[in-house]
């Protein structure tokens, strides 16, 4: 039984540099999410999906984010133009619809 | 914006002791969780309650759900030094349909002493 995994565990960058991040959710999970959480915080909802149709964005999702699930399986959180307060630790979900949320690992992302 | 504040924001209890850790939310809600999150890692889910469920039991943890008062309560019993973590309490919120997120609460931190 696999988990959600997520690709890198780590990721440096400088201000001003596209960054992409990638999750592979629970196989049979039709809902994927995106979280990003920063030092001391509770995790903050970024967006979903269901299958591959995107579903809700938070504000906080910014026009310099995308977020991507081509055919319903993995997803892409990608970051244009890196901000240093883009920095804090993306956490990728999946669940069944309305059932526990299991989380993978994180990306820590740190922006000089 | 982040719904639910746990309380304390910090325990530190001794090894055999119990840890009680408290969530207080704001909108109606289809179900709340708890997550474990220990020093810089991903999170663990320890365990979801429905809104029309009371209690529920999941080896040495006991939660309650009080939807009048807008409350949770956590209880680990007997701890060990390995639940030393962070504690999130999660509610989904009921709009009325099946929404996807969570809203998370800032923490509780516990220790527990050897």
């Known amino acids: 039984d696999t988990g959600v995994s997520q690709d890198p565990r780590h990721k440096i960058t400088k201000r001003g540099q596209n960054v992409t991040f990638r999750c592979d959710p629970i196989s049979e999970h039709n809902r994927l999410y995106w979280y990003r959480q920063t030092l001391g915080q509770g995790p903050e909802f970024l967006t979903y999906?269901?299958?591959?149709?995107?579903?809700?964005k938070s504000r906080l999702l910014s026009d310099r984010f995308s977020a991507e699930r081509p055919k319903g399986s993995f997803s892409t959180l990608e970051i244009q133009r890196t901000e240093q307060g883009d920095s804090a630790m993306y956490l990728c979900?999946?669940?069944?619809?309305?059932?526990?949320?299991?989380f993978g690992p994180g990306t820590r992302l740190l922006v000089l | 914006s982040q719904q639910g504040e746990e309380d304390p924001q910090a325990l530190s209890i001794q090894e055999g002791e119990n840890a009680t850790m408290n969530c207080s939310y704001k909108?109606?809600?289809?179900?709340l969780q708890w997550y474990r999150q220990n020093s810089g890692r991903g999170l663990v889910h320890l365990i979801l309650i429905r809104s029309n469920e009371r209690e529920k039991h999941s080896g040495r943890l006991r939660v309650t759900l009080d939807t009048s008062k807008k409350s949770s309560s956590l209880l680990i019993t007997a701890s060990r030094a390995a639940d030393t973590a962070s504690y999130f309490c999660?509610?989904?919120?009921?709009?009325?349909?099946?929404?996807?997120?969570?809203?998370f609460g800032k923490g509780t931190k516990l220790s527990v002493k050897p």
């Open positions: 909108t109606s809600i289809n179900n």
């Open positions: 999660a509610t989904a919120p009921n709009y009325g349909g099946s929404q996807g997120n969570l809203i």
């Open positions: 979900a999946s669940s069944w619809v309305g059932e526990t949320q299991y």
């Open positions: 999906f269901q299958n591959e149709a995107q579903l809700e």
